[in-house]
């Protein structure tokens, strides 16, 4: 009998997290202080515990995981993996699907692997308070969370579209105590610069970042900033997720020919797929497995971006960071999948894309929301649309199966409920929905600002992101 729900027990919740840097093709670029246009981590370290720029920065492959956050993980990991028989016979593939599910957390996604981590560390050197941005409301009500877990008072930032569409994450924060406003925002002094540019301003995730680091900053001998994806120390505590599942496969005998995930900033498929391409460069996988980042047309970052030096965030606080961008004054449209409108992209996974070692593709909201409804029928999960970009590509792969008669093990990154999307799904079902998809001119004009507000970057671009594999 198939198999249907893959357990582990909490004995064999990792005890140690992958780091991927000693493994890519080149060094990753370094980061540039745009006010001294040289290689500088600019106001980085005044807003970050000390622990965490260690990992940062680390090329060990192996780092340790705190007895302390491996307990706090034991109320939901390790996550289910699942096989997805309703949907192959949905289907009638000959592919076999997987797929993790991080929705059992107490946020309902797999940010709470490194908010808990995050909160943690900033407790262990003293810090009182946290702020963070949010997208979706995911990150923010993982953060939430973990700060409670560690009695750390917590502010977030929240892109003001989704503070509208979604009230209940609003809410979700404000049960552990957290404080939450929707941004841009009268707190600080670039949401305010925003406002009075345009007062009906939806936002971004670029502008709440600038808002959480000002607030940081501000008060930076009591306050520190989260981030809830795009650093590598995020990254690496997300392959808790990519280390169980391999454990998981192993019970079933089987192994992934292709991994799918959804990318906003890339912490979640990272976190699936980095354990896996370990496998790969150290010649253990036994097979040749593809790995495939999805992403939204309205913000396909990385398949119509550009791969350059870039701010994190729209006020230009942060240093600049060499990976795909759309522009750091990307505005987005405001479709549901509020985890995927960041305008760049992990370091990593542009180096990754660059070197051909995975590939991207990009979809709309209604194809996704198609694939969700197939998904919910079948499966009985309500998906958020952020991994539903996953699911669709995991369905046209099982349907070219069914076309080739290939018996493929297809695996995907379920990586949060949909439970607070709601609205999204009723949009859909009564077919307000629509299709957006960026236009490439406007990626060529932000890159063309870029280029004018700092003409010394096309050197930098040069010199470090075209850089010679090792």
């Known amino acids: ?46 807003i970050f515990p000390k622990a965490i720029l260690g990992q940062e920065m680390s090329k060990e492959r192996w780092i340790d995981i705190p007895e302390e956050v491996r307990e706090i993980y034991k109320m939901w990991r390790p996550s289910p993996l699942y096989r997805a028989t309703g949907l192959e016979k949905a289907l009638k593939t000959p592919a076999k699907i997987y797929y993790k599910y991080e929705g059992v957390s107490p946020a309902g996604s797999h940010k709470t692997n490194t908010a808990v981590a995050q909160a943690y560390y900033n407790v262990k050197e003293g810090f009182e308070r946290v702020t963070t941005e949010t997208g979706a409301g995911q990150w923010g009500s993982a953060l939430s969370f973990a700060a409670s877990m560690f009695n750390l008072e917590a502010t977030v ?24 406003y929707a941004s841009p925002s009268t707190q600080t002094e670039s949401g305010r610069r925003i406002l009075a540019q345009d007062p009906d301003s939806t936002g971004s995730l670029g502008i709440a970042i600038s808002e959480a680091v000002e607030d940081a900053l501000a008060n930076e001998n009591e306050v520190n900033y989260t981030i809830g994806s795009v650093f590598n120390h995020v990254l690496l505590h997300q392959t808790v997720v990519g280390l169980e599942t391999q454990e998981q496969l192993k019970i079933v005998e089987d192994y992934p ?37 999805t992403e939204a047309t309205a913000c396909p970052k990385v398949t119509k971006g550009e791969y350059k030096y870039d701010h994190g965030d729209t006020a230009r606080i942060t240093p600049l960071v060499p990976m795909h961008t759309l522009g750091h004054d990307f505005i987005p449209a405001p479709i549901h999948a509020g985890g995927l409108r960041y305008h760049g992209i992990a370091p990593t996974i542009s180096v990754l894309a660059s070197e051909n070692q995975l590939q991207t593709q990009a979809y709309n909201q209604i194809e996704v929301f198609d694939a969700a409804k197939l998904f919910i029928r079948t499966e009985g999960i309500i998906p958020a649309p952020e991994p539903a970009h996953a699911i669709k590509a995991a369905i046209d792969d099982a349907i070219r199966c069914k076309e080739t008669g290939e018996e493929k093990t297809i695996l995907f990154l379920l ?5 607070f999307d709601m609205q999204a799904y009723d949009e859909y079902f009564n077919g307000r929905l629509k ?26 671009n040069k010199k470090y992101i075209s850089c010679e594999p090792l």
């Open 1 to 46: 009998m198939t198999i249907k729900k893959i357990l582990l027990g909490e004995e064999q919740i990792p005890k140690k997290w992958y780091n991927i840097t000693p493994d890519l093709p080149h060094p990753l670029p370094p980061f540039i202080d745009h006010e001294t246009k040289e290689p500088g981590a600019g106001i980085v370290p005044r």
């Open 257 to 293: 020919d292709v991994i799918y995930g959804c990318i906003g900033g890339g912490s979640s498929f990272s976190g699936l797929f980095w354990p896996f391409y370990y496998d790969k460069v150290s010649g253990k996988a036994p097979k040749e497995t593809k790995f495939v980042a």
């Open 435 to 460: 299709p957006y998809e960026y236009p490439t001119q406007k990626v060529a004009e932000s890159m063309e600002k870029l280029a004018k507000l700092y003409p010394w970057l096309e050197e930098a």
């Open 157 to 180: 930032y929240m892109v003001r579209a989704s503070y509208d569409q979604k009230p209940y994450r609003k809410m979700f924060m404000q049960s552990f105590g957290a404080k939450c």
């Open 415 to 419: 990586c949060g409920h949909g439970f």
